[in-house]
């Protein structure tokens, strides 16, 4: 399979291709299950590969596809990296993406534009399996900007309505400003090793003096695009409002795809980062702060899938921290086991919705947990992993990063992440008890429809819910008797590249302090559960009152810390301001003006000719007679 790597490309391509085209003879059914297929089959040969990969001893491969540009000494060619890294990366994302198609099938049934949906989906998943199998950072650009494009057309999907257009539209400008900064890295590094092939980068970077500061510079450049596909502060406001999308696309974008790039990138291009410290602490601590701002806003939203947008935001932040403090495959590890949870409590919000027509606010649910049982039960499934529930997938990957952030000696970071998953473990089970719990506050015309979804739906569910369980286990740490598999299988991509002295070393704490520390994080854990148990459950006027003692915090933290609303007084309205300055006293009287002007010029002198045209063959042919004798009299006088 190794050497038929393209394929895993290819399948997705050939299902936007066919649904572009011809979809509308298949119908939906029959678009549909093209597009699932064809990622399916992406998946098996993903699957496939990875296994390839495990019995190679040196699990580093490379397959060039063909030459794309040649200029100069500037040479770019299409060739697949296949390594531990992209392998656990492709099975993700192509094992997710499945899921989430077979989910839309029944999900998107009625949409009038189903087909083009399918074959947006295909394209997404074409995309970031370029973004991760590229071995040219060129052509991981491609498919960086690829994702960018697909969450454009996949969120504003529904463009009648004005907030989904809107949403689609800042998702695309704030990701082109994360985007530059990548584009500016990957000229510098071309400009400081003359080329963007990952190999020849990062084993020059081991070798070849750098003047001070370019690794940093580099580094950070890289990390600007990060934190604008990874929603991280200051360009994370795009993610909430992409909400706007249809709910497998917000599953797609949270789990398998898009927001994921920016860590992965990170860990890819861990080289450049461990020669700089300076860029390490930036990515550590965006990542931690995001992680706690973010966590702090989805206390008080009411929106469910606002919630979990919040949620993702924070989580990722926990993945920036991992890689920030040189932990990348704790990074990755985080990355593995969200995208199965995260995928699960989208899709089991929009069971939600399909059983409440549309409906999200979660002020107006209740007593669902009978109604909708199997979305009831493989939501707490995905609720439990992420909070850190001994046992489950986000248990063992979220305790690695608290544990590589305190073994570095990051105790102020350590303390804010601990904090944070007692904040996750609140909100998302505040979700829990609100939605599922109590009573029933659903309106009584909707009530009397309430419904489980089919089988289409809840199958993928079910699924994801296995792996929100089991995916944790790659990664068991050696106190709780594993080997943490995961950490050494990636070992084949992130460590051979990496100079031993550009890697601080992890401090050796004592098993009883790893001990401890996992102690004290189930404890935050259970406490965060337990928390909103009594708060929305036992004591359900606390909340209530609780926001009225708080005031005017509360309502700054609801209304998101009022951080869209800074971004428009600042930049956007300014920017508009100058646009209409440029637009009424430039564009019109200088621009058009002067094109006008030239227009003017050439109208008046075609008029000031014009009388030469009289269309009399003897008028011309005394011309030319004038013409002549003028030449002829010319040529006498030279």
């Not at 190679?56 to 000494?73: A, C, K, M, Q, Y």
């Not at 060739?79 to 993700?92: E, N, Q, R, T, Y």
């Not at 148990?533 to 998101?560: E, H, I, M, Q």
Request: hydrophobic residues 55%; aromatic residues 12%.
């Amino acid at each position: 399979m190794l050497n038929y790597a393209w394929l895993v490309l290819i399948f997705p391509l050939v299902g936007v291709i066919i649904n572009a085209f011809f979809g509308r003879y298949l119908g939906k059914r029959g678009a549909g299950i093209l597009a699932s297929a064809m990622v399916g089959l992406s998946f098996i040969g993903a699957v496939w590969m990875f296994a390839e990969l495990l019995g190679l001893e040196d699990r580093v491969v490379t397959r060039p596809l063909f030459d794309w540009i040649s200029v100069g000494d500037f040479n770019v060619q299409v060739k697949l990296l296949i390594d531990p890294l992209s392998s656990v990366m492709a099975v993700v994302v192509s094992g997710v993406s499945f899921l989430i198609h077979i989910y839309s099938i029944g999900y998107m049934a009625h949409d009038e534009r189903f087909v083009r949906f399918f074959a947006y989906l295909n394209l997404f998943v074409f995309a970031m399996l370029t973004l991760v199998l590229a071995e040219n950072l060129l052509v991981t650009y491609v498919g960086w900007e690829g994702v960018g494009l697909c969450s454009y057309l996949l969120i504003g999907f529904w463009f009648e309505r004005k907030a989904a257009a809107d949403a689609g539209k800042k998702a695309f400008l704030v990701n082109r400003v994360g985007d530059v900064g990548f584009a500016l890295g990957l000229m510098l590094m071309f400009v400081t090793f003359g080329s963007l092939s990952m190999s020849q980068v990062l084993e020059q970077a081991m070798v070849v003096r750098l003047m001070p500061g370019v690794a940093t510079a580099i580094a950070l450049l890289l990390f600007v695009g990060a934190v604008g596909k990874s929603a991280q502060i200051p360009l994370y406001v795009w993610l909430p409002d992409a909400m706007e999308g249809p709910t497998p696309v917000s599953a797609l974008i949270h789990a398998a795809t898009m927001v994921t790039a920016g860590v992965y990138m990170v860990a890819r291009t861990h080289t450049l980062f461990a020669l700089s410290p300076t860029a390490l602490t930036w990515v550590a601590a965006i990542g931690g702060i995001t992680a706690f701002f973010a966590a702090t806003i989805a206390l008080t939203q009411h929106d469910l899938k606002r919630v979990l947008a919040y949620s993702t935001i924070s989580q990722l932040g926990y993945m920036f921290l991992g890689v920030g403090v040189g932990a990348y495959a704790a990074g990755i590890f985080h990355l593995t086991t969200h995208a199965f949870f995260k995928a699960l409590l989208f899709l089991g919000a929009g069971s939600v919705m399909h059983a409440l027509a549309g409906e999200l606010d979660i002020r107006k649910m209740g007593g669902l947990r009978n109604k909708i049982p199997v979305t009831f039960w493989t939501f707490l499934i995905a609720a439990l992993a992420i909070a850190g529930f001994p046992g489950l997938a986000g248990f063992f990957s979220k305790d690695e990063i608290l544990w590589q952030t305190f073994a570095n000696g990051k105790t102020l970071l350590w303390a804010l992440a601990l904090l944070t998953a007692g904040l996750t473990a609140f909100y998302i089970f505040r979700l829990v008890f609100t939605v599922f719990y109590g009573e029933s506050r659903v309106d009584k015309k909707v009530a009397a429809h309430v419904h489980e979804s089919p089988k289409v739906m809840t199958v993928p569910m079910a699924f994801l819910a296995l792996f929100s369980v089991i995916a944790g286990y790659i990664g068991v740490p050696k106190i709780l008797g594993g080997g943490n598999w995961i950490e050494h299988y990636l070992d084949g991509s992130l460590g051979w590249h990496t100079p031993e002295a550009a890697i601080a070393e992890t401090a050796h704490a004592s098993a009883g302090t790893e001990w401890a520390l996992l102690i004290l994080s189930v404890i935050v854990a259970l406490a965060g559960i337990g928390l909103a148990y009594v708060v929305y459950v036992r004591r359900t006027d606390l909340p209530t009152r609780v926001a009225k003692s708080l005031g005017g915090l509360y309502t700054f933290v609801y209304n998101k810390y009022k951080v869209d609303e800074f971004y428009m007084a600042v930049i956007v309205k300014p920017l508009r301001a100058v646009g209409k300055f440029f637009a009424e006293s430039v564009d019109g009287p200088v621009v058009d003006g002067i094109a006008e002007g030239i227009a003017a010029l050439v109208a008046l002198i075609g008029r000031g000719l014009q009388v030469l045209q009289t269309g009399l063959a003897r008028n011309y042919a005394l011309g030319i007679l004038v013409g002549a004798v003028l030449l002829l009299a010319y040529a006498l006088v030279r």
